[in-house]
């Protein structure tokens, strides 16, 4: 497939991705930043993660979050979801009432042994009780393939380990799909790669893809993946965000700049870009520190 479609959908993951690796904040700033990124109007939103308090302790805080979300729900039609480890966290998920669940399984054994302790083909095992868990509790589950292109272990993920992992989500009633760009090392010749081989395994399932902007290729391979036909990306404003298990995974692509380059392209989004912006200062504020977004520093050219 190639060529642009009218519009994609952006999951924005600042309130998980983003904030774990940084230093626990605490849950006031962190619903301050939600409701920011709830007034942009995204749709979908990774909102924590039901993982080890010891290994993330900046989303120690997932229940007493989750529990917050209903007054969000009632202002604003958005999805809200939530990561999990393995089958303990999907069912404290589920428990704290989320309706969207996320399980993640790295492609390189090197990767999932850091980030969860596991094999890769342990972890793709684990797929048919989390999906019976997010089901019966009346929650989608969507399968999100980590390393999906290179590993910081293991060096460059062969495409066949992506495809099993699909063909096994498929096959064990998984709702979405995703593949990760966990350490931002792909380009847009090995997105389009990817996606034409996902695809024939994937079916009528969603399929999309989360990239980080580590070393300047972020958006040009989201873009390639839109132009392979990938309708949903995630992103964290302000580029806030990274993975804790994997050395020198910084820096997600910033909402802002993606909405800056689709919009431009004449996609639609449901993202307000000024809205993005001012969320991305907060975003800024809450952690303390700055951030890589570029729209975040120069602004949306319309403004000039």
Avoid at 70 to 76: G, N, Q, T, V
Avoid at 139 to 156: H, K, Q, R, S
Avoid at 160 to 185: P, W, Y
Avoid at 280 to 302: E, K, M, N, W
Wanted: hydrophobic share 45%.
């Amino acid at each position: 497939m190639s060529g642009l479609p009218d519009r994609v959908d952006i999951r924005e993951v600042s309130l998980r991705d983003g904030l774990q690796i940084e230093a626990p904040i605490p849950l006031p700033a962190k619903l301050e930043l939600l409701e920011a990124v709830v007034a942009t109007g995204f749709r979908e939103i990774e909102a924590t993660a039901f993982v080890s308090p010891s290994k993330v302790p900046a989303l120690a805080d997932a229940a007493e979050l989750a529990a917050e979300l209903d007054r969000f729900r009632a202002e604003r039609d958005v999805e809200f979801s939530a990561l999990v480890a393995g089958p303990g966290g999907a069912k404290r998920a589920i428990a704290a009432g989320m309706g969207s669940i996320e399980y993640v399984v790295s492609a390189a054994d090197g990767h999932s042994q850091a980030n969860v302790g596991r094999s890769t083909a342990e972890s793709t095992d684990l797929i048919a009780d989390i999906t019976r868990i997010a089901h019966e509790g009346g929650a989608t589950i969507e399968v999100i393939i980590a390393t999906a292109w290179d590993c910081p272990f293991d060096g460059p993920t062969n495409p066949r380990r992506v495809v099993d992992i699909a063909a096994a989500a498929t096959e064990l009633g998984a709702d979405r799909l995703a593949i990760a760009d966990t350490i931002g090392t792909t380009t847009p010749k090995r997105v389009a790669d990817l996606v034409a081989a996902v695809r024939p395994v994937s079916g009528d399932i969603p399929l999309g893809a989360h990239f980080h902007n580590t070393r300047g290729a972020g958006l040009a391979s989201a873009y390639a993946a839109v132009t392979a036909g990938i309708t949903r990306l995630d992103a964290s404003v302000g580029g806030l965000g990274g993975c804790p298990f994997a050395p020198g995974a910084s820096g997600n692509i910033a909402t802002e700049d993606l909405v800056y380059l689709l919009r431009d392209s004449g996609i639609e989004v449901d993202v307000d870009l000024q809205a993005a912006i001012a969320a991305a200062d907060v975003a800024r504020r809450v952690v303390g520190h700055d951030l890589p977004s570029a729209l975040l520093r120069a602004g949306d050219r319309i403004l000039h």
